[in-house]
Structures are given as structure tokens and as C-alpha cells.
């Protein structure tokens, strides 16, 4: 069992309002992702942390913003929920040093509703 | 950057059949080939993986094969049971970004259903 975890797990909220979905990992990984999985299944990445103080830009254009302010937690903020920006949110994280092939730990997810 | 087709994108087995999925890859200089399963409510959790100097590995019901020179992988589920119905996804890392870390590119998903 991967120890990453996610809240809330449900959200439903009204346009206009400001949320942060939280991400927490306690296995002291450097790498931090967070995907958006759309009905269809396919996950997009929308951010990604090599680090503290490191945020990078996903393949998939987000209005959402990041912070890496402790190697633990890696929060998911938006200004201004909309209803296009109703999805489920997975966070993940994986070691950065080593080798190539570094599994990604992903945690349960946040299924936002933007009404 | 690298591309990772996944086909199909839904299949149902009766209980006892075998089940195969199948991933194709754009970037040869990939060598990491993971599978994700996802159940309801749950996120991806790695279930078998294998590197480019393989050609196939197995783990119980589970094995996966890779074909570098045709730049295809496969997913085989034998004997599958209904707790094997779950999303399944491939992926491939798709070369070097940054520090020196990898970016694992996945495919759309397979959606797997087992009949009792």
C-alpha cells in the first residue's frame, strides 16, 4: 500500500470559488505529479516537482497552480473553479535519482464537481 | 517526445479466458515499459513492468512482452478472475527532461471487464 494520500477524496463546489486539493506523501520521494483523468480514463499531466521549491508545467494546458514548499506536500490550487474544470485529480510520486524506470506511487484521488 | 498507443480500449472476457492487451511506442530510445491497474475508486498501481534487455517476464497470471523491434508491448492475463475487471494502462518512458528524471508517458486505458 502506497503511503499517499489525497483530500478530500469528493468535492462539490460553486463556480467561482477558490479550492486546494491537498497531496501528502510520507515516503520522502523527491519527483511530485499531479494528473487530471477525464471521463474517457486518460490521465494528463497537468504539473509536476523535481523538488522543494520546483514546479513544472504538464503536457495538459491547467488554469490550476502548484507549490513545493516541503518535500511531503505538493498542493493543487484553483483560483476560480469552473464547471470545465470538473475531473478527477490524481496525485502521484516516484523517486528522482537513479535509475530510469521509477514507479509512480499514485494515491486514491480527488474527484472534483464544479456546479 | 514519445507517443504510446493502447488497444483496445475496452474488452470483456468470460471468467477462466485469457486476456491480452496490446501498446505500441514511437520512441526507440524507450527501455521502461510499466502497467498500471486502476480500480474503482482507487488510483493506478504498478503491477508488472519490463525493461528493453527483456523479452518477456511473468508473474503469476500476469505477463508482459515486449517486442523492441516492432516497438510493441503486450499485457497477458491468464485465468483472469472477476478482480481482474479494472482499468489497465501501459506506458513508456519518453525520454530525458530535467535533472536527469524521466517522464513515463502513458496510454489511453483499458477498460477490462471479467464475466462470471
Known amino acids: 500500500e502506497a503511503d499517499i494520500y489525497q483530500t478530500p477524496r469528493y468535492l462539490v463546489i460553486g463556480t467561482g470559488k477558490k479550492i486546494t486539493l491537498e497531496c501528502s506523501q510520507t515516503?520522502?520521494?523527491?519527483?511530485m505529479y499531479w494528473y487530471q483523468q477525464d471521463p474517457g480514463m486518460e490521465l494528463h499531466l497537468i504539473h509536476y516537482?523535481?523538488?522543494?521549491?520546483?514546479?513544472e508545467k504538464g503536457d495538459l494546458s491547467s488554469e490550476s497552480t502548484v507549490s513545493r514548499i516541503r518535500t511531503e506536500h505538493f498542493p493543487l490550487t484553483l483560483e476560480s473553479a469552473r464547471p470545465s474544470h470538473t475531473s478527477q485529480y490524481l496525485c502521484?510520486?516516484?523517486?528522482?535519482?537513479?535509475?530510469?524506470?521509477?514507479?509512480?506511487?499514485f494515491g486514491p484521488g480527488t474527484r472534483l464537481t464544479v456546479l | 517526445g514519445e507517443n504510446v498507443e493502447q488497444h483496445p480500449s475496452t474488452l470483456s472476457v468470460q471468467e477462466g479466458d485469457s486476456a491480452v492487451i496490446k501498446c505500441t511506442y514511437s520512441?526507440?530510445?524507450?527501455?521502461?515499459f510499466p502497467w498500471y491497474k486502476q480500480e474503482l475508486g482507487k488510483g493506478p498501481q504498478l503491477i508488472i513492468d519490463?525493461?528493453?534487455?527483456?523479452g518477456e517476464k511473468k508473474d503469476q497470471r500476469i505477463a508482459v512482452t515486449l517486442n523492441k523491434t516492432a516497438k510493441h508491448f503486450s499485457l497477458h492475463i491468464t485465468e483472469t478472475q472477476p478482480e481482474d475487471s479494472a482499468v489497465y494502462f501501459c506506458?513508456?518512458?519518453?525520454?530525458?527532461?530535467?535533472?536527469?528524471?524521466?517522464?513515463?508517458?502513458f496510454g489511453k486505458g483499458t477498460k477490462l471487464s471479467v464475466i462470471p
Open positions: 502521484a510520486s516516484s523517486e528522482l535519482w537513479g535509475t530510469a524506470d521509477n514507479e509512480q506511487f
Open positions: 515516503m520522502g520521494h523527491d519527483k
Open positions: 516537482s523535481y523538488g522543494v521549491n520546483s514546479t
Open positions: 520512441d526507440s530510445a524507450s527501455n521502461y
Open positions: 519490463i525493461r528493453s534487455n527483456v
Open positions: 506506458a513508456a518512458i519518453g525520454g530525458v527532461s530535467g535533472a536527469g528524471s524521466y517522464q513515463l508517458t
